[in-house]
């Protein structure tokens, strides 16, 4: 009898353990597309948290040929082509599968969604793999960098002059 709770203890604890590799690591942050012309933030959503979404926080190119915000230009819908790509959600409620994340991505370069899977590889590399009626796919690595809102602080404390006291001048007689 004792043997049997034991092995059933340890039989329970692999499961456990095994069940807990499975779940995908947390891709929540801001990363850096691998051709380096965007940033998406992403964070949990959906049903207790359990999903994920992303969206553009930054471009490279940000503006467009007229000098505005680029836009959703691509968009099969009329309705949405004047949506700021700032701001755009890109990934909408992916669902945690085995070791990855899955579901949709928009590409808003060619107004067009993609099956996709997202797979944390390490704590600076995300892993993306879609496919476009599963006949043609492509991959590539995104790399994790700091939030948007500490690159401006970053940004603004270098750019801050470092004021030097003027010499006291004495009024002349």
Same mark, same amino acid.
């Given at each position: 009898?004792? =043997?049997?709770?034991?092995?059933? &203890?340890? *039989?329970?604890?692999? @499961?456990? %353990?095994?069940?807990?590799?499975? %779940?995908?690591?947390?891709?929540? !942050?801001? $990363?850096?597309?691998?051709? @380096?012309?965007?940033?998406?933030?992403?964070?949990?959503?959906?049903? !207790?948290?359990?999903?994920?979404? !992303?969206?553009?926080? $930054?471009?490279?190119?940000?503006?467009?040929?007229? #000098?505005?915000?680029?836009?959703? =230009?691509?968009?099969?819908?009329?309705?949405?082509?004047?949506?700021?790509? =700032? #701001? *755009?959600?890109?990934?909408?409620?992916?669902?945690?599968?085995?070791?990855?994340?899955?579901?949709? /991505?928009?590409?808003?370069?060619?107004?067009?969604?993609?099956?996709?899977?997202?797979?944390?590889?390490?704590?600076?590399? *995300?892993? /993306?793999? !879609?496919?476009? &009626?599963?006949?043609?796919? @492509?991959? +590539?690595? $995104?790399?994790?960098?700091?939030?948007?809102? +500490? +690159?401006?602080? =970053?940004? +603004?404390?270098?750019?801050?002059?470092?004021?030097?006291?003027?010499? %006291?001048?004495?009024?002349?007689?």
């Amino acid at each position: 009898m004792r =043997i049997a709770l034991r092995s059933a &203890l340890i *039989l329970a604890a692999l @499961g456990a %353990a095994s069940a807990a590799s499975a %779940a995908p690591k947390d891709p929540s !942050g801001t $990363w850096l597309t691998e051709d @380096g012309r965007a940033k998406v933030k992403i964070d949990r959503c959906g049903p !207790g948290a359990s999903n994920i979404c !992303g969206k553009v926080v $930054w471009l490279k190119s940000p503006t467009g040929p007229g #000098g505005g915000p680029r836009t959703d =230009i691509k968009n099969p819908d009329p309705k949405k082509r004047s949506r700021p790509v =700032i #701001g *755009l959600t890109l990934l909408d409620n992916l669902k945690p599968e085995e070791a990855k994340y899955s579901g949709e /991505i928009y590409n808003a370069e060619e107004g067009k969604m993609y099956s996709v899977s997202l797979e944390r590889e390490s704590a600076s590399e *995300l892993s /993306i793999s !879609g496919c476009l &009626l599963k006949v043609l796919c @492509g991959s +590539q690595t $995104w790399s994790r960098v700091p939030d948007v809102n +500490q +690159q401006a602080a =970053i940004s +603004q404390a270098a750019a801050k002059p470092t004021a030097k006291a003027a010499p %006291a001048t004495e009024p002349e007689d």
